[in-house]
C-alpha cells in the first residue's frame, strides 16, 4: 500500500499507541479519562477497525467504551453499561455502522443500535463462574456469510450462537456433547467455499464444519518435554482464508513463543521465520482487506512483528511495549 498503514497497539497499564508509517515511529494516544481513573494506568484488551470507515476504531478498556475517528490519536470515552468491567471484545456490525456489540469480564454481551446512545444488555447467561475466577467473552464476530447470526466465545464457557443479531443465544454445542476445550481464546470464520468455525485453546486449534456441533483438535509441537503448546490469537488472511496464522507460546504469559502459520487451510502448519525470538506467547493479529498481503502480530510482552507479504517473512519493530493485549490496523 503506496501509503502506508496505521497500526494501533492496546497495552495494560499504558494505553493505546500508534504509529502512522507502519510501526516505524509510534506515539502515545490522548484518551479522555473518567475522573476515577489514573492517567496512564488505563487498560485496554480489544481494538476493533469499523468495516464502514477506516477512521473509527473502537477500543475496549476497565472503564468503558473508547471511539477514535481519526485512526488512534485522539479517543473519546462513550457512555455504556460497561464502565466497571472489562471489555474483551468488541464487533460493528457489517452493515450497520450504529450497531454495536461489546463483551466484557464478568461474561455480558450489551448492544447499541443508535451509535452508542443507548444500549441493552443480551441474553448470553454464560457461566459466573471458572477456574480462573470470572469467566470474558473473549470474542464477538458477525457471521461472514449471514450478518443476522453472531458467534461469541468465553474463557472459561466455550462458544454461543444466535441466529437473531444477539436477542437469544445457544452454546454450541449443547453442553457435555462435545470434547471441545471450553477455554476459547481466539475465534475466527473462514467464509465459503471454506466454511469452518475455528477456535484455539491451551491446547491447540479448534475447528468445525457443521456449525459448532463437532470439533476436531490439530496440537502444535511442545516448546519442551514438560511444557504445552498453548495458542492465544487465530486470524486468517483477508483474501485468502487458506493462509491461517496461530498465536503460539510454552504458557501464559511464557517466556517464548511462536507464529504458527498454514498455507493450506490448516492441513499443515509450519513455525513462520521470525527476525528476533518471541519473548512471551504471541498472542494477537491484525489484518485488513484494504491490504491483505500486510500483518501485524505481537507478543504478550510487547513485541511487535509486520509482515509485507502475507507472512511468508516478518520484521520486528525496534519499539517494544510492556503487556499487549490488543492490537489492529487501519489504511492510511
Not at 502515545?28 to 488505563?42: D, Q, T, Y
Not at 471458572?130 to 467473552?137: F, H, I, M, R, S
Amino acid at each position: 500500500m503506496e501509503n502506508g498503514h496505521t497500526i494501533c497497539v492496546g497495552t495494560v497499564g499504558a494505553g493505546v499507541w500508534y504509529s502512522s508509517d507502519s510501526g516505524a515511529r509510534w506515539r502515545r494516544s490522548r484518551m479522555k479519562l473518567p475522573f476515577h481513573a489514573e492517567p496512564g494506568e488505563i487498560q485496554i484488551r480489544s481494538l476493533v477497525v469499523s468495516p464502514h470507515d477506516p477512521n473509527v476504531i473502537y477500543a475496549g478498556s476497565e472503564v468503558g467504551l473508547y471511539r477514535s475517528e481519526d485512526k488512534g490519536a485522539v479517543w473519546d470515552l462513550l457512555e455504556s453499561p460497561a464502565d466497571g468491567k472489562q471489555i474483551w471484545s468488541i464487533a460493528v456490525h457489517p452493515d450497520d455502522p450504529n450497531v454495536v456489540l461489546i463483551g466484557t469480564k464478568p461474561p455480558c454481551v450489551f448492544r447499541t443500535r443508535d451509535g452508542g446512545q443507548n444500549w441493552e444488555e443480551l441474553p448470553i447467561n454464560a457461566a459466573e463462574r471458572c477456574l480462573a475466577g470470572a469467566p470474558k467473552v473473549t470474542n464477538l464476530l458477525f457471521d461472514p456469510r449471514d450478518s443476522g447470526t453472531v458467534w461469541a466465545s468465553v474463557e472459561i464457557d466455550g462458544i454461543y450462537r444466535s441466529v437473531d443479531g444477539g436477542d437469544t443465544w445457544e452454546h454450541r454445542p449443547a453442553l457435555g456433547k462435545s470434547e471441545l476445550n471450553q477455554d476459547i481464546h481466539g475465534l475466527t470464520i473462514s467464509p465459503d467455499p471454506h466454511r469452518k468455525i475455528i477456535a484455539t485453546t491451551p491446547d491447540g486449534i479448534w475447528t468445525s464444519a457443521d456449525e459448532g456441533q463437532s470439533w476436531t483438535l490439530h496440537e502444535f509441537p511442545r516448546f519442551s518435554k514438560r511444557g504445552i503448546s498453548y495458542c492465544r490469537g487465530v486470524a486468517l488472511k483477508a483474501d485468502d482464508p487458506n493462509v491461517m496464522f496461530v498465536g503460539n507460546g510454552d504458557f501464559i504469559p511464557g517466556k517464548v513463543g511462536a507464529i504458527q502459520r498454514s498455507t493450506d487451510g490448516g492441513q499443515t502448519w509450519q513455525a513462520a521465520p521470525l527476525p528476533v525470538v518471541p519473548n512471551s506467547t504471541m498472542y494477537w493479529f491484525a489484518t485488513h482487506p484494504a491490504d491483505p498481503d500486510f500483518i501485524v502480530a505481537n507478543s504478550l510482552h510487547g513485541y511487535v512483528y509486520t509482515s509485507q507479504d502475507g507472512g511468508a517473512s516478518w520484521t520486528k519493530s525496534e519499539r517494544e511495549f510492556g503487556e499487549v493485549r490488543a492490537l489492529a490496523w487501519a489504511p492510511n
